[in-house]
């Protein structure tokens, strides 16, 4: 392309369109010299790095290249939608390289949660997937929890290596990062970049004392995520901010909860018992018989039942029946993104409903 303007910060072309995809810049800083895009300022004014899309390919390219190296990775998942924000295949990509597995936002988990119980779980999950951690830590990186404890695995684990920090988008990586800048350097200017082969992307790189450093890479989407099926204003709604309170429902046979209009639950067999709900606070259950169900969706999805709102209606897909008949103790039912609801005895038949898209399934309790 002729007279092509590139960010001198990361070399990415330099676009007035797209806030969120490479190099852009808003057209009132064009005429600024030296040019830089909108990332690259503010990772050099306000140390703040901000996430971009990127193509699955590129991010191929990254994973393949951090393999190549002799580092230590650190891979975050998000403890509030842990399959949903699980990034597979590490193992390989790690080539030989430890990872320590970092759950982030546990401060959203009831205060009364066994730290140690949930990094056992944790571990046991991450067995499942085929992961093999060096360890695995529980923090807050918003809330500034369990920071130091991370910090000191990260300085036992790396021994003398580079670190690279891995995970899908919306994990907190970004959090993360800059709470890790805060604490390690406490500093400013203490960012540099360094660039990957084959990609057009500069990682930000933390400098460490050893001359070694701690890099963020680029964040990994994941299509099966709630967030995915909502706008902004909705997924405020359905993202805990805070400590999620468990509600408790006592339900007979043939019953149904609605999560807003964004999944549904019947309980289909089983007697009566106590299903445990794990959301977002501000996400209204509706409860009726299943017999009424169907109607109540049709009559009142995007009005009582929402998210989503009626204007938002002709885009969201339609919802879809997933059966499940318990046979183990203490289970959730986990709807990607969205919650779960844990049952504390087998035999329970139920049927779960998420757009079309969306996981759902079924897990030993986390809680
Ligand atoms: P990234 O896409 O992985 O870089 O994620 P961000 O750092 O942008 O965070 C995604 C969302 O999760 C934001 O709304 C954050 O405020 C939120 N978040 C990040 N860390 C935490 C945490 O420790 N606890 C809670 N409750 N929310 C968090």
Known sequence: MENEIVCIGCGSRIQTEDPSELGYTPSSALNKEPIICQRCFRLKHYNEVADVRLTDDDFLKILNEVGKTDALIVK????????????????????????????????????SANKNRLINWIKQQAKELGLKPVDVTLVSADKGMYMQEVIDLIETYRNGKDVYVVGCTNVGKSTFINRIIK??????????????????????????????????????????????????????????????????????EQQTLFFGGLARFDYIKGGRRSF??????????????????????????GELLQPPRVDELEDFPALVRHEFSIKDGKTDIVFSGLGWVT?????????????????????????
């Open 183 to 252: 604490e390690v350097s406490g500093e400013q200017d203490v960012i540099t970049t360094s660039h990957f082969p084959g990609t057009t992307l500069d990682m930000i790189e933390i400098p460490l004392d050893d001359g070694k450093a701690i890099i963020d890479t680029p964040g990994i989407i994941n299509h099966h995520q709630m967030a995915h099926f909502v706008n902004k204003k909705d997924l405020k709604i359905i993202t805990p901010k805070k400590e999620i309170k468990p509600k408790v429902y006592q339900l007979n």
């Open 76 to 111: 975050i998942v998000d403890i509030f939608d842990f399959n949903g924000s699980w990034l597979p295949g590490i193992q390989r990509f790690a080539g030989g390289n430890d990872v320590l597995l970092v759950g982030n936002k546990v401060d959203l988990l009831p205060k």
């Open 343 to 367: 049952i504390s005895e087998p035999g329970a038949v139920i049927a779960a409903y998420v757009p079309k898209g969306v996981r759902v399934y079924v897990r030993p309790s986390l809680i």
């Open 276 to 301: 445990v709900c794990y959301l977002s606070n501000e996400l209204s259950i509706h409860r009726t018989k299943l017999e009424k169900a169907d109607d109540l969706y049709e009559n009142h999805k």
